[in-house]
């Protein structure tokens, strides 16, 4: 009876509503001399891309067997937008002081020289 189960992903939202990400059911075999010992079969899921920040969440798995309800602990996701993206401008700031640094260097010259004459 319990190589019969169906292992379910969820998250639920910031306003505890329950959405079903993926579901499926397994039959595992028992290989001959194998009955009656624990065993540890892995499952993983790899969520590839979130869809917006609104699928900041706790993500859930659990698995049930025929009178068997086991809920992970759950993981927190926090889903950000690419969020302030600090801009350099190095280049624009020393072009602009050299500029200015050369106009005040030619007007204080040519001012030297009225002066003289």
Known sequence: KYTEFSISYYWINSRGQKTSIYHRSE???I??????ETVTIPYDYTITSLESTSSTGTYYCDVKWHHIHIMGK???VLARDTGYVETYYVWEIL???TVLLAVL???ATA???WKRK
């Open 27 to 29: 039959n595992v075999p």
């Open 31 to 36: 290989p001959p001399g194998k009955e009656n």
């Open 74 to 76: 759950g993981v927190f």
């Open 95 to 97: 072009i602009t002081l």
């Open 105 to 107: 260097s030619i007007t």
């Open 111 to 113: 001012l030297l020289l």
